[in-house]
Nanobody, 125 residues
Framework: QVHLMESGGGSVQAGGSLRLSCEAS????????MGWFRQTPEKGRERVATIYIGGGNTFYADSVKGRFTIAEDDADNTVYLQMNDLKPEDTAMYYCAKAMGWCSPVSPLEKFVYWGQGTQVTVDS
């Protein structure tokens, strides 16, 4: 059973930064896809960023392009989401997820078979 553990959430002022971490119990392996998603009652679950491990291919939602960066650290079995210039509309529960094999920006959520418990990010205006 794969376990994903998120950390790094919290409350910040608009314009601030946070770095989310996702540690995978089975490690970060090539040819798998890791992603960050966020969820609010109003918008539901939204794809924020994904990375294809080993290939370096990344995807970002338009709303976070230029502000968020997803990166992998194989040595630490961790995927990070660096979030800069945070805005109140970034407030959400953030989830890490893992898909086996390739993923594209339009891959269905069901392709991500492993999910963490989430970490809350709150941005105050």
């Amino acid at each position: 059973q794969v376990h994903l553990m998120e950390s790094g959430g919290g409350s910040v002022q608009a314009g601030g930064s946070l770095r989310l971490s996702c540690e995978a119990s089975d490690g970060i392996h090539a040819n798998n896809c890791m992603g960050w998603f966020r969820q609010t009652p109003e918008k539901g679950r939204e794809r924020v960023a994904t990375i294809y491990i080993g290939g370096g291919n990344t995807f970002y939602a338009d709303s976070v392009k230029g502000r968020f960066t997803i990166a992998e650290d194989d040595a630490d079995n961790t995927v990070y989401l660096q979030m800069n210039d945070l805005k109140p509309e970034d407030t959400a529960m953030y989830y890490c997820a893992k898909a086996m094999g390739w993923c594209s920006p339009v891959s269905p959520l069901e392709k991500f078979v492993y999910w963490g418990q989430g970490t809350q990010v709150t941005v105050d205006s």
